[in-house]
């Protein structure tokens, strides 16, 4: 049974999310504040943790640094801020996705499913990936269909598919594609999403695997 963490200093959450977590098979363990989640990690050992930013004793983005000092458990950022550096800032730390208060359920437990889906993936890198009508081979870089690629459209095509369903930073990807002295260069990241979703895409101005998190950054989503 896959164990999930819910921090959160609002009880009415705490008790909604342990009760529709339980409801579909999840052990759940809840914590009102940073540092009480930070031991409850520690001791019970999560598959998966949801975190809340704007904690009374330490804010989330400590938090999710606390958990990466020795832990790579998926961590999902639920919060009310919406400011996009808030965001950005807590993917950056190490969290894996984020969902914007007010939340469905459905939205919250479908992306628990997907980072659940991808801890649970064999460890070895994946020798190919679908994308639509195309199969693409990672370590021969080579697409069916004669489709080819740039070595940059490469690059920044790849640290998508080998994190499937993961958001990836702009931070993140500029800092890997073009390096740190790029990182207020976002257009190279909309030029280069166009690229490859006219190239990969069967409707590229409606795309269903190469997506934009506006603000935050772009993920894969497998079919």
Do not use: C
Not at 158 to 183: A, D, F, M
């Amino acid at each position: 049974m896959t164990r999930v963490l819910v921090v959160d200093d609002e009880p009415q959450i705490l008790r909604a999310l342990r009760i529709n977590l339980a409801a579909r098979h999840y052990e759940v363990a809840v914590a009102p504040d940073g540092a009480s989640a930070l031991r409850q990690a520690a001791d019970w050992h999560p598959d998966l943790v949801v975190l809340d930013l704007g904690l009374p004793d330490l804010d989330g983005v400590e938090v999710i640094q606390g958990l990466r000092g020795w832990t790579k458990v998926p961590i999902i950022v639920l919060s009310g801020r919406t400011d996009s550096t808030d965001k950005v800032d807590a993917l950056d730390a190490g969290a894996d996705d984020y969902v914007t208060k007010p939340f469905g359920i459905d939205e919250l437990l479908a992306r628990i499913r997907a980072v659940t889906r991808r801890t649970n993936q064999h460890e070895e890198e994946p020798a190919t990936v679908r994308l639509g009508d195309h199969v693409i081979d990672l370590a021969g870089k080579t697409i069916s269909g004669g489709v080819r690629l740039t070595p940059t459209e490469w690059h920044f095509l790849e640290i998508l598919l080998r994190n499937p369903g993961k958001l990836i930073s702009q931070r993140q990807l500029l800092t890997e594609v073009w390096g740190v002295g790029y990182l207020k260069e976002t257009h190279y990241l909309r030029q280069y999403m166009a690229q490859l979703r006219r190239k990969l895409e069967r409707d590229p101005s409606h795309p269903v695997h190469l997506l934009t998190e506006p603000g935050m950054g772009y993920r894969f989503q497998p079919s």
